[in-house]
């Protein structure tokens, strides 16, 4: 029996009956505290046909692609639970998305100041991997100076950015996370553009 990705809209429905049966890579984007294992969590709890692959979980970034392409496999999508705060992070599962057929890689943008993910870390507790509020805020600081926001060229075919105020302060309900998928599925096709040049290139 196959399974099918959840998708906003009428109780029952799928994402493969809405979106002309592809599956999803969907990559969450942001920094630490941004809130996206909080939204990651709850998509896989509401929308069990996305399988979770988190960092933080699993260890490595090799553990991740493993479940990732097994699940792909299994014809479930995936929800890449990591910072991905740059174009070659962000590579890695828009090139796993492209060794399967129909499967489209989408990504989620959790736009979130620097003052809110420091603050949230400051009260974090039960991390993985960031045991103390000292090692969050040098890891957040780190992250900040090494991220760059997706760009068209990347090869992404759809890009959402959720605000703080897009985010509930106590956690997402299934209508909310349909309602986010919803707005991810309708947004506008990302038209593909030429990379930038290298400085002193041509």
Same mark, same amino acid.
């Given at each position: 029996?196959?399974?099918?990705?959840?998708?906003?809209?009428?109780?029952?429905?799928?994402?493969?009956?809405?979106?002309?049966?592809?599956?999803?890579?969907?990559?969450?984007?942001?920094?630490?505290?941004?809130?996206?294992?909080?939204?990651?969590?709850?998509?896989?709890?509401?929308?069990?046909?996305?399988?979770?692959?988190?960092?933080?979980?699993?260890?490595?970034?090799?553990?991740?692609?493993?479940?990732?392409? =097994?699940? +792909?496999?299994?014809?479930? $999508?995936? #929800?890449? &639970?990591?910072?991905?705060?740059?174009?070659?992070? %962000?590579?890695?599962?828009?090139?796993?998305?492209?060794?399967?057929?129909?499967?489209?890689?989408?990504?989620?943008?959790?736009?979130?100041?620097?003052?809110?993910?420091?603050?949230?870390?400051?009260?974090?507790?039960?991390?993985?991997?960031?045991?103390?509020?000292?090692?969050?805020?040098?890891?957040?600081?780190?992250?900040?100076?090494?991220?760059?926001?997706?760009?068209?060229?990347?090869?992404?075919? =759809?890009? +959402?950015?959720?605000?703080? $105020?897009? #985010?509930? &302060?106590?956690?997402?309900?299934?209508?909310?996370? %349909?309602?986010?998928?919803?707005?991810?599925?309708?947004?506008?096709?990302?038209?593909?553009?030429?990379?930038?040049?290298?400085?002193?290139?041509?």
């Amino acid at each position: 029996m196959s399974t099918s990705p959840f998708v906003p809209g009428r109780p029952g429905e799928t994402v493969n009956a809405a979106i002309d049966h592809h599956q999803i890579v969907l990559i969450l984007v942001g920094l630490v505290g941004s809130g996206k294992s909080t939204f990651a969590q709850a998509l896989e709890r509401y929308c069990p046909e996305f399988v979770r692959c988190s960092q933080d979980d699993l260890g490595d970034r090799r553990s991740v692609e493993v479940l990732a392409r =097994r699940s +792909l496999r299994e014809g479930r $999508s995936v #929800c890449i &639970d990591r910072t991905n705060f740059d174009e070659s992070q %962000r590579a890695t599962w828009i090139n796993i998305a492209r060794e399967f057929p129909r499967v489209e890689p989408w990504v989620i943008v959790f736009d979130t100041p620097y003052e809110i993910c420091a603050a949230r870390i400051t009260e974090r507790t039960g991390h993985p991997t960031i045991t103390s509020p000292e090692l969050g805020m040098q890891v957040l600081q780190r992250f900040q100076s090494q991220y760059r926001p997706p760009a068209s060229h990347e090869g992404h075919t =759809r890009i +959402l950015y959720l605000k703080p $105020s897009d #985010c509930p &302060d106590n956690g997402y309900s299934e209508a909310d996370v %349909r309602e986010v998928l919803r707005r991810l599925r309708e947004s506008p096709e990302v038209v593909q553009s030429a990379p930038p040049l290298l400085q002193g290139s041509g």
